[in-house]
């Protein structure tokens, strides 16, 4: 059975850090097209960023530069570095296989003015 957990969401000012985990079980992370998605009320869920088997990264233009996708193959973990936060970043982060049906529960990040 293949489980997503994420953890590391909050309340953060904006210009503060924070860094989300993706606890993955029944498949293994760095074998997959792992990603990060966001989705704030009302809106779409959109692509974040993506890391492929071969640690290839790639992330939506709003992020890039300030948001970095790694993993933690020991541990079958993926990770998101978040800087520079604005409140626009406010939102549900799930993690995900791509290409599955796989997804976290989520974990809500709010970032104030």
């Known amino acids: 059975q293949v489980q997503l957990i994420e953890s590391g969401g909050g309340l953060v000012q904006a210009g503060g850090s924070l860094r989300l985990s993706c606890a993955a079980s029944g498949i293994i992370s760095d074998r997959n097209v792992m990603a990060w998605y966001r989705q704030a009320p009302g809106r779409t869920r959109d692509f974040v960023a993506l890391m492929n088997p071969g640690g290839k990264t790639n992330y939506a233009k709003s992020v890039k530069g300030r948001f970095a996708i790694s993993r933690d193959n020991a541990k079958n973990t993926m990770y998101l570095q978040m800087n520079s936060l604005k409140p626009e970043d406010t939102a549900v982060y799930y993690c995900?296989?791509?290409?599955?049906?796989?997804w976290g529960q989520g974990t809500q990040v709010t970032v104030s003015s």
């Open positions: 995900s296989v791509s290409g599955t049906a796989y």
